[in-house]
């Protein structure tokens, strides 16, 4: 039954390129959040340094 199995490639072939580009969507926003947690951590940390070095405290709430 060659025809059934044409169909099946067909299907496959269709399917593929949505495949690969939720793939690489997914690899790049997942990328992206990690650099920005990354980067957040970085920041909290060096304005927490900076804090110690004037002398205040850990930044908590701030009043309004």
Known sequence: ???MDD???S????LLPTVVVVGVLAYVLR??????RNERKAYAKVEAE???KRG????????A
């Open 1 to 3: 039954m060659g025809g």
């Open 7 to 9: 169909y099946w490639a």
């Open 11 to 14: 299907v496959v072939w269709a």
């Open 31 to 36: 990328s992206i959040l990690r650099m920005d």
């Open 50 to 52: 900076e804090r110690a």
């Open 56 to 63: 205040l405290g850990p930044r908590g709430d701030r009043a």
